[in-house]
Each structure stands twice: as structure tokens, then as C-alpha cells.
């Protein structure tokens, strides 16, 4: 894949990569805008929330050690749950499995468009944040978002219904 590099060495660079992310980011990390209050919504109402990323394990961790969000999801899996990674739809099929339900009856919250195709590709219903990517950017979603104020636990419910 990389010439002559041992796969065991790309794999060290990815890692030193993570690393170097991490401390960069450790002083910046904060919640998208209307994160928490939606979450604590989704949570008073009962409803399963998982992670599903093609992130490695310490970043997520990292993620929930600095934003202390880690406590409403019922299911997380990251890169090391899967063989074959976004667009690959493995990680939803994997994740709506683990939570109990279809993937049809599920709504995935997708910042990158590989992880759009990989949701759509599963089956799931996907609301695209535009995070990293323009709003034009993102096709095959039921909505677009550029942050959690912008959704509420009734577009939801609207979401789900719509067939």
C-alpha cells in the first residue's frame, strides 16, 4: 500500500499521527454548539444514543476525558470493531446491531461524507452536519445541520415517520 513500508510501520505512523493530533487539539477541544443540551434531551426521553467512528480508541477517549459526554451513550465502537472501514457501511450494520435496533430505525448524525455513504449504504437514515464539509456537499441525507441547535427531538420523531 505504501511501497515498501511494513504494514506494522504505517501502523506506527498512524499512531504518531493520533498522538500529535491529540496534543494539538487538547487546548481547543469543545462541544459543537447545542451538543449537550440535545443530548441530555435525547437521554430524558430514553433514547439509545451510540458512537459509531472510524476513530481509534484513544481518540475517542480522548474526546469524552476533555467533554465528559461519554455517559449517554449506550454503545461505542471505534476503528478497532471493524474490518473494513467508511465508506464501508460494517460500522453502522455493527452499531445498530449492538443497539437492538434495524438500521432503518436508526438516525445517524454524519460529519464526513464517507461516513454519510457508509450510513446510507447500512440502510440508516442520515442528517449530515456541516462541520467539516458545506452544506452542498452532502447528498443522500434527510436534513443538513451546522449544529445541534438546530435540530430537536421532534425533527427526530418527523424523521422516523417519514417513509
Given at each position: 500500500?505504501?511501497?515498501?513500508?511494513?504494514?506494522?510501520?504505517?501502523?506506527?505512523?498512524?499512531?504518531e499521527k493520533e498522538v500529535l493530533f491529540r496534543d494539538l487539539y487538547k487546548n481547543h477541544i469543545k462541544?459543537?454548539?447545542?451538543?449537550?443540551?440535545?443530548?441530555?434531551?435525547?437521554?430524558?426521553?430514553?433514547?439509545?444514543?451510540?458512537?459509531?467512528?472510524?476513530?481509534?480508541?484513544?481518540?475517542?477517549?480522548?474526546?469524552?476525558?476533555?467533554?465528559?459526554?461519554?455517559?449517554?451513550?449506550?454503545?461505542?465502537?471505534?476503528?478497532?470493531?471493524?474490518?473494513?472501514?467508511?465508506?464501508?457501511?460494517?460500522?453502522?450494520?455493527?452499531?445498530?446491531?449492538?443497539?437492538?435496533?434495524?438500521?432503518?430505525?436508526?438516525?445517524?448524525?454524519?460529519?464526513?461524507?464517507?461516513?454519510?455513504?457508509?450510513?446510507?449504504?447500512?440502510?440508516?437514515?442520515?442528517?449530515?452536519?456541516?462541520?467539516?464539509?458545506?452544506?452542498?456537499?452532502?447528498?443522500?441525507?434527510?436534513?443538513?445541520?451546522?449544529?445541534?441547535?438546530?435540530?430537536?427531538?421532534?425533527?427526530?420523531?418527523?424523521?422516523?415517520?417519514?417513509?
Open positions: 500500500m505504501f511501497g515498501d513500508i511494513p504494514e506494522s510501520r504505517v501502523r506506527e505512523f498512524a499512531n462541544l459543537i454548539t447545542g451538543l449537550h443540551p440535545f443530548l441530555q434531551e435525547l437521554h430524558e426521553h430514553l433514547i439509545p444514543m451510540a458512537i459509531a467512528t472510524s476513530a481509534p480508541a484513544d481518540n475517542v477517549s480522548f474526546t469524552f476525558d476533555h467533554t465528559g459526554i461519554e455517559k449517554y451513550f449506550e454503545v461505542i465502537l471505534d476503528e478497532s470493531a471493524i474490518i473494513n472501514g467508511k465508506p464501508d457501511p460494517e460500522i453502522y450494520l455493527r452499531t445498530a446491531d449492538r443497539l437492538g435496533y434495524a438500521p432503518e430505525n436508526c438516525i445517524v448524525i454524519e460529519d464526513s461524507l464517507s461516513g454519510v455513504e457508509s450510513a446510507r449504504r447500512a440502510g440508516c437514515k442520515v442528517v449530515g452536519i456541516t462541520t467539516t464539509h458545506e452544506s452542498g456537499d452532502f447528498n443522500h441525507t434527510v436534513r443538513t445541520i451546522g449544529d445541534f441547535t438546530q435540530l430537536r427531538i421532534e425533527d427526530l420523531y418527523e424523521i422516523m415517520s417519514a417513509l
